[in-house]
T-cell receptor, first 115, second 118 residues
Framework: KAGVTQTPRYLIKTRGQQVTLSCSPI?????VSWYQQTPGQGLQFLFE???????NKGNFPGRFSGRQFSNSRSEMNVSTLELGDSALYLC??????????????FGPGTRLTVL | AQTVTQSQPEMSVQEAETVTLSCTYD???????LFWYKQPPSRQMILVIR??????QNATENRFSVNFQKAAKSFSLKISDSQLGDAAMYFC???????????????FGKGTRLHILP
């Protein structure tokens, strides 16, 4: 099976712009989670989607949003970019039966640089 | 709120030796899942090992094993016969088992960077 893919791998934006990141989960996985990784804060949970519904959300401002499509692919959007949004954004997918917590498999990440 | 603490920012071990990475967590829940993830310099996060809190037996995956002490809320990772390819950042993570709870989140520790000395 192909792993989790994320596009683009690298992105440079300027303050005030908006950006959309894409994640394609492993085939058959219906849950997609997003994380922000920075040297200072480490890995922080952004949100998780399951069957096109947001299951939960981390402590990030409303500028961070996401969605999931019927094919389980997910997009994450950040509006009005700030310098502090520079980070590696990781996507992870899992099967999530709704009964137990399944293992998450991570993509390679999108490195976002805000100038 | 749950927290995960990795008290060792960096560690080094000689190739072929054994090393233990520590992780402690705080939770009021009785059932949960714990994970160790490895992030090599290429950045792709890989699951190393997983432990269900209701299982008393420590999880083992080849050269990787955990010492799960539920009462002490400790979840250390032991790597035996360390290899150069084990060099990476290791993250300990906690997850609540209630999937429909909107507070259900996965929480990561800050990570331990492991160096393997040839």
């Amino acid at each position: 099976k192909a792993g989790v893919t994320q596009t683009p791998r690298y992105l440079i934006k300027t303050r005030g712009q908006q950006v959309t990141l894409s994640c394609s989960p492993i085939s058959g996985h219906r849950s997609v989670s997003w994380y922000q990784q920075t040297p200072g804060q480490g890995l922080q949970f952004l949100f998780e989607y399951f069957s096109e519904t947001q299951r939960n959300k981390g402590n990030f401002p409303g500028r961070f949003s996401g969605r999931q499509f019927s094919n389980s692919r997910s997009e994450m959007n950040v509006s009005t970019l700030e310098l502090g949004d520079s980070a590696l954004y990781l996507c992870a997918s899992s099967t999530l039966t709704g009964v137990s917590t399944d293992t998450q498999y991570f993509g390679p990440g999108t490195r976002l640089t805000v100038l | 709120a749950q927290t995960v603490t990795q008290s060792q920012p960096e560690m080094s071990v000689q190739e072929a030796e054994t090393v233990t990475l520590s992780c402690t967590y705080d939770t009021s829940e009785s059932d949960y899942y714990l994970f160790w993830y490895k992030q090599p310099p290429s950045r792709q996060m890989i699951l190393v090992i997983r432990q269900e809190a209701y299982k008393q037996q420590n999880a083992t995956e080849n050269r990787f094993s955990v010492n799960f002490q539920k009462a002490a809320k400790s979840f250390s990772l032991k790597i035996s016969d360390s290899q150069l390819g084990d060099a990476a950042m290791y993250f300990c993570a906690y997850r609540s088992p209630t999937p429909m709870n909107r507070d259900d989140k996965i929480i990561f520790g800050k990570g331990t960077r492991l160096h393997i000395l040839p």
